[in-house]
């Protein structure tokens, strides 16, 4: 059960973790865990569970009974759940915290979080950057 939607947490391979991201992709994953471990946090990562399937609703007519067809499900993807084994870690806190840092000695920004640099600019606060 999560306090809020940034802060969450659930068992992964039988350890509570706090979940980082959901649905990453491989690459994603490699990022965080490097980053993560690089931070002192030990990282849990589990394949995602595929997406809940609503089954279609059964209309029976009078003149013709047919055999309700069977859901489809969607294809499965390579996406992963990230968690760390410390519950508490909110990924937003951790951010605006600066309480990342990255393997090159800088905070780790938003956008070095996001993957829009591949380097950290700690030296310059986001609300000053320009868009």
Known sequence: MAINKN???EELNGVKCGIVEKNVFPERVQFLKKLLEYNKYTVVVVASPPP????????????????PLPPLLPATSETSTVGVTDYT?????????????????HVVTQAYWQQKESMSHDDVPYYEQSV
């Open 7 to 9: 802060h969450e947490f």
């Open 52 to 67: 809940k399937v609503v089954p279609a609703p059964v209309v029976k007519t009078v003149d013709a009974i047919e055999p």
């Open 89 to 105: 870690f909110n990924p937003i806190n951790a951010i605006f915290g600066r309480l990342l840092h990255a393997p090159n000695g």
